[in-house]
């Protein structure tokens, strides 16, 4: 090799090194942050496939964060805001009552009579009528956040209420409703049975299953229940379970509120006292009216926690001598009751009158 040659090849080696220490010297330029992020003209396969992943992820994050923090805090927001402000044109007249009351067995009655209208109305139901004219009742359940009003459902539309609340609005916690098949007149229907959801955030009918606990219905057996036509107080004669689904035995049909006879009547009623977690130890006679407190209960798919009360009678005590009550040791439950948890279903005498012959009504009927 000449000379020359080997001078202009130690000339291109030390060309090469102070262009590499250059390059190694110059800051790289920072690619912007969304080419991180979005696939590029130049990323591999790989990359690009990484980066879709990581989109489509992070997008179904946040609809469900989004969606989470709406039904967390939002719609429960709204809903408690809609309720404060029923609840506050219902009692307008009066003290707003406190959330919880006294644990006494006798409820709280004003002494006073309720003012009406001319129709025989009660006053304190006339703004409720013009916000919407299905608001029918209101009811209110010590020591819960149970203190609502009653809407009445139609054979228009049977279940309207359970997705919308008292201004007709959308609401996956829905009101409290009469079925369609009952009236709040007086007079119109011996039994009235009102519906409500039982769900995670609490409301509506959800603490009804405080009455699961004996010593919660010792504490509260009684509960105020109002119409347009009558202010009313209401003893608790019975809290039973039942099923819906024909897989987990024949269902009871405690929605019946048509009773061809006094004896169809009794009967339907010694069903649901048969039935029921305690005995009451409060009497149940043919003139008795009753409201029936229906919500979900989760034992068992579909299953059903039902709170039976009659209305207490005129010129009766509104307190229950809770002394008299006792454990229901016969508790008739559903045929999938036994199949989980073992035992057999217990025996009771067929009929109303022939358990009322053998003296077999542990709650003292009277008739």
């Known amino acids: 090799m000449k000379p020359q040659d080997d001078k202009d090849q130690v000339k291109t080696e030390n060309d090469t090194e102070i262009k590499s220490e250059e ?54 927001a709204i809903a408690d805001n809609e309720q404060k402000d029923i609840k506050q044109l219902y009692y307008a007249s009066s003290e707003l009552p406190s959330s919880s009351t006294s644990s006494s067995s006798e409820a709280p009655v004003s002494s006073a009579p309720p003012e009406r209208d001319a129709q025989g109305r009660l006053i304190k139901f006339l703004e409720l009528q013009k916000v919407n004219p299905a608001i029918v009742g209101w009811i209110k359940v010590p020591n819960t956040i149970i203190d609502l009003p009653v809407l009445q459902a139609t054979s228009k539309d049977p279940e309207f209420y359970l997705t919308h609340d008292y201004n007709d609005k959308y609401s996956k916690y829905g009101s409290v409703f009469a079925d369609w098949h009952s009236s709040v007149e007086q007079g119109k229907s011996k039994s009235i049975i009102l519906y409500g959801h039982s769900l995670n955030s609490g409301r509506m009918f959800t603490e009804l299953n405080k009455y699961k606990d004996y010593n919660f219905y010792k504490s509260n057996p009684v509960f105020t229940f109002d119409t347009i036509e009558s202010q009313s107080q209401w003893k608790i004669i019975s809290v039973f379970l039942t099923n819906t689904l024909p897989d987990q035995g024949v269902p009871f049909n405690y929605m019946k509120t048509d009773f061809k006879t006094t004896s169809d009547y009794l009967n339907f009623v010694y069903q649901m006292r048969i039935r029921s977690l305690f005995n009451t130890g409060v009497s149940f006679n043919k003139d008795d009216q009753i409201v029936l407190l229906s919500t979900c209960s989760y034992e068992f798919t579909d299953f059903r926690e039902v709170v039976v009360a009659r209305k207490v009678r005129d010129g009766e005590s509104n307190g229950v001598d809770v002394t008299k009550m006792s454990y229901n040791n016969k508790v008739v439950y559903p045929d999938c009751w036994y199949k989980k948890n073992g035992g057999t279903k217990p025996v009771w005498p067929d009929t109303y009158e022939l358990a009322l012959k053998k003296k077999a009504l542990p709650w003292g009927e009277d008739v």
């Open 23 to 76: 390059s190694m010297n110059t800051p790289k330029r920072k690619l912007p942050f969304y080419r991180s992020l979005l696939p590029w003209k130049g990323d591999s396969k790989k990359l690009v496939v990484n980066k879709v992943i990581s989109l489509v992820a992070g997008c179904v994050f946040l609809v469900c964060a989004v969606l989470l923090i709406q039904d967390l805090v939002v719609l429960p």
